[in-house]
């Protein structure tokens, strides 16, 4: 029997996205967005929601453009500080000692370090109550080549982190279980 847990925003596994902008001077900001998602397949968009509060979301408004690093298992502490400090009163990149890169396809930076890269332009948002919800379609992708050569799964190479939103915590992703599209095929044939 399951039990009612209410109306709450739970779900199971979240990604911990970086998400990078510049604010109205040109400072490169990041926040980490753990409400985010892919959203359209073609075109290919992702979705973050943002509450007004942040930095981040104010830069949206302004530059129309954002970028979303995947950061691995190993800079988890720089993924949590990103989500706890405030770009309107500290220079993350700075505190961090990570690195901003500037986008050549869009008006936004990225973290040099993370070993994965959506570029995108900013083409809907809506607010919701808290939060706005931002579209982004994705301009490019880029991915450090360890990453995507090889046998070995990508998720293994890359070692995503996931957020648990009902105990706030952070956990790598765990083993494959199967090929998708291929594996359901045992339960068509009962």
């Known amino acids: 029997m399951k039990k009612s847990l209410g109306a709450k925003p739970v779900v199971y596994p979240t990604p911990v996205f ?5 604010d109205k001077a040109g400072k490169p900001n990041v926040m980490t967005a753990s409400w985010a ?3 359209c397949s073609e075109p290919p968009c992702v979705c973050l929601s943002l509450r007004k509060a942040t930095s981040t979301y104010h830069n949206l408004m302004q530059r129309k453009a954002f970028t979303v690093s995947l950061p691995s298992e190993k800079y988890v502490k720089e993924a949590d500080y990103f989500g706890m400090a405030s770009g309107k009163n500290v220079d993350k990149f700075k505190a961090s000692g990570l690195t901003p890169v500037k986008s050549t396809l869009v008006d936004a930076p990225y973290v040099e370090e993370f070993p994965f890269v959506l570029e995108c332009k900013l083409i809907h948002h809506h607010e919701i109550g ?3 919800i931002f579209i982004g379609m994705i301009i490019d992708v880029k991915a450090e080549e360890n990453i995507i050569s090889g046998n070995r799964s990508f998720s293994d190479l890359l070692k995503p982190i996931a957020f648990d939103p009902e105990h706030y915590v952070y956990y790598g992703l765990g083993k494959i279980l199967g090929k998708a599209f291929s594996i359901g095929e045992a339960v068509a044939k009962k």
């Open 37 to 39: 998602g892919i959203a």
């Open 18 to 22: 970086v998400v990078g902008t510049y």
């Open 130 to 132: 808290l939060h706005t």
